[in-house]
Each structure stands twice: as structure tokens, then as C-alpha cells.
């Protein structure tokens, strides 16, 4: 299953802002957008942004996502150290008929 | 308070079989399409399959594409991964989690290991 490409690492400054990216094509990011989770060591991933980059209930305003044609954008600001963690991104791919994920990014928070 | 656990995870030789369950509470799942996701060790998020919340429409990823059944029971409010002619690929932490609406990937549970091996 063709994946979304993520860079495997990003890393900011305590209180900075990070973006991430997320790159696909027309069938998926370009399609319907992407949704966002983030994954701590040791824990099952936890949904960030969803389609629209609509921000579930209890999920910080810190983070906003984004999208722009195929790529679509997960900005964290004020950079805490609980945020270093995996992020990865996912879309419904029409082509497939499936859903396909990114690498992951893992952001270092210093 | 919303919950999804796996279980049916162990240790599997190569060509054997395996029956994932996931049962959810806290919420009715009658309501919710089903994802089934894996990550082997050290790697990332790799999807495995879907389920609408009717169970009448299913979609898999290629690599597992006429090997695993995913089903599921409303009554029991019970999702299912029917895993077939596994192979050290299929080794992993496998978790299910919902869907609601245009909210993909919801809930997760804690995931439950697979290991194939001799």
C-alpha cells in the first residue's frame, strides 16, 4: 500500500513551534485531507486532527492542522516537553480503496 | 467512558491462523465503522482493514488482502480480525480503533501482540 511521505525527524526548542508535513497525491491528501495522531512510546496512538482539520473535544489548541493541494500540515505551538512523540498522518486513498498512513515523524522537543 | 480491547494475540507459526477480537464498551458500536491497524516492532502505523458500522461494506490493505477477515458482531458489540497463512511480515502489535462519521481513527484500544514464529 503506497504510503503518505513524512520526514522520520523534526527537532525544536522548548515553547518553539514545529510544523510536520505530510505529502501525498490527489487520490488521498488532495482528496479528502488527512487526520493526525500522535503515538508516545509504549502507547496506542492518540487522534490529533481529523478530516477538515477538525480538533477533537479535549485536544489542545496548540495544534492545528493544515492542508494545501497534496500536502497537509500539523503545526504545534508553544512546544512542551510532553509533545516529543511520533506523529503520523493518514488518508482514505480513493485510488486503493483503502487508507494509507505516513512514516511518522519523530519530534525531539530540546 | 469509551474502551476498545484487543485480545486473541499470541505466538503463531508461519502458515497458521489467528482470531483477533475487540471488544467495545462504554459506546455502542453498532453506530461506528471498525479499522484494524498494526505496527510491527520499531515501525510505524500500517493499515490492515475496515468495516462499516453496518457490516456490509469491508476493505483491506493488498498485503493481507485473501488472508484476514475482518467482521464484527453489533449484538455483542464485538469486532473480529480473522488472520490466515501468516508470515513473519504479519508479526506485530495490533490495534483496533473506530470510526464516527468523518472521525477517523477515534478510539484505540491497548493492542494486542502477534507474533509469528517457529
Known amino acids: 500500500q503506497a504510503g503518505l511521505t513524512q520526514p522520520p525527524s523534526v527537532s525544536r526548542d522548548l515553547r518553539q513551534t514545529a510544523t510536520l508535513t505530510c505529502t501525498g497525491n490527489?487520490?488521498?491528501?488532495?482528496?479528502?485531507?488527512a487526520v493526525w495522531l500522535q503515538q508516545h512510546q509504549g502507547h496506542p496512538p492518540k487522534l490529533l486532527s481529523y478530516?477538515?482539520?477538525n480538533r477533537p473535544s479535549g485536544i489542545s489548541e496548540r495544534f492545528s492542522a493544515f492542508r494545501s493541494g497534496n500536502t497537509a500540515s500539523l503545526t504545534i505551538t508553544g512546544l512542551q516537553s510532553e509533545d516529543e512523540a511520533d506523529y503520523y498522518c493518514s488518508a482514505w486513498d480513493s485510488s486503493l480503496r483503502g487508507w494509507v498512513f505516513g512514516g511518522g515523524t519523530r519530534l525531539t522537543v530540546l | 467512558q469509551v474502551q476498545l480491547v484487543e485480545s486473541g494475540g499470541g505466538v503463531v507459526q508461519p502458515g497458521g491462523s489467528l482470531r483477533l477480537s475487540c471488544a467495545a464498551s462504554g459506546f455502542s458500536m453498532s453506530v461506528y465503522g471498525m479499522h484494524w491497524v498494526r505496527q510491527a516492532p520499531g515501525k510505524g502505523l500500517d493499515w490492515v482493514a475496515f468495516?462499516?458500522?453496518?457490516?456490509?461494506?469491508?476493505s483491506y490493505a493488498d498485503s493481507v488482502k485473501g488472508r484476514f477477515t475482518v467482521s464484527r458482531d453489533n449484538s455483542r458489540n464485538t469486532l473480529f480480525l480473522q488472520m490466515t497463512s501468516l508470515s513473519g511480515e504479519d508479526t506485530a502489535v495490533y490495534y483496533c480503533a473506530s470510526e464516527y462519521g468523518s472521525k477517523e481513527f477515534d478510539y484505540w484500544g491497548q493492542g494486542t501482540q502477534v507474533t509469528v514464529s517457529s
Open positions: 478530516r477538515n482539520n
Open positions: 468495516i462499516r458500522s453496518d457490516g456490509n461494506y469491508n
Open positions: 490527489s487520490n488521498n491528501v488532495g482528496y479528502q485531507g
